[in-house]
């Protein structure tokens, strides 16, 4: 008997992937993601700091201005753990507050821990402030302090 043999070029070409090589590929991300993301969640963490230490020394330095441009005192205290207010005078609650900031991580930016030293501090109309001031930004190791001069002027370094 004779056999009718279907020529291999007349098959039609199966597509796709194999399940082994889907799984090679899973794999392979998965490790990628495993070295990756550790280093992802430190670099989010360091620019949220960064974003919160902006923040604040630009309200330090609004504050500077806003005493001299309104010709009153302004006070600068801490509300809580991770909030601060610019106020027309630092100890009377019925002052006009100007602003108030929340830095806490359930808005877009914020650090785990924010401290103030002292807690409130008063810029005078000259564009001098009663005593030096330091606030501390730390999230997961990372730190950034903002400082207040005396003289009214506003740094921002590495935290030691």
């Given at each position: 008997m004779i056999g009718?043999?279907?020529?291999?070029?007349?098959?039609?070409?199966?597509?796709?992937?194999?399940?082994?090589?889907?799984?090679?590929?899973?794999?392979?991300?998965?490790?990628?993601?495993?070295?990756?993301?550790?280093?992802?969640?430190?670099?989010t963490g360091r620019y949220r700091v960064d974003e919160a230490t902006t923040m604040v020394a630009t309200d330090l330095r609004q504050a500077v201005s806003l005493a001299a441009r309104r010709q009153k005192p302004i006070g600068i205290s801490l509300e809580g753990t991770?909030?601060?207010?610019?106020?027309?005078?630092?100890?009377?609650?019925?002052?006009?507050?100007?602003?108030?900031?929340?830095?806490?991580?359930?808005?877009?930016?914020?650090?785990?821990?924010?401290?103030?030293s002292p807690a409130t501090v008063t810029v005078y109309p000259i564009g001098i402030v009663d005593q030096a001031f330091t606030v501390t930004l730390t999230s997961d190791g990372y730190s950034r302090q903002v400082t207040l001069s005396p003289a009214g002027q506003v740094r921002v370094v590495a935290a030691p």
């Open positions: 009718i043999s279907v020529p291999v070029a007349n098959r039609a070409p199966t597509g796709g992937f194999t399940l082994v090589e889907m799984l090679i590929a899973m794999v392979c991300f998965a490790m990628l993601l495993a070295i990756v993301g550790p280093k992802f969640y430190q670099i991770s909030r601060y207010v610019l106020k027309d005078r630092a100890n009377s609650p019925a002052d006009t507050v100007r602003l108030r900031r929340n830095l806490t991580f359930a808005t877009d930016i914020g650090p785990r821990t924010l401290s103030f």
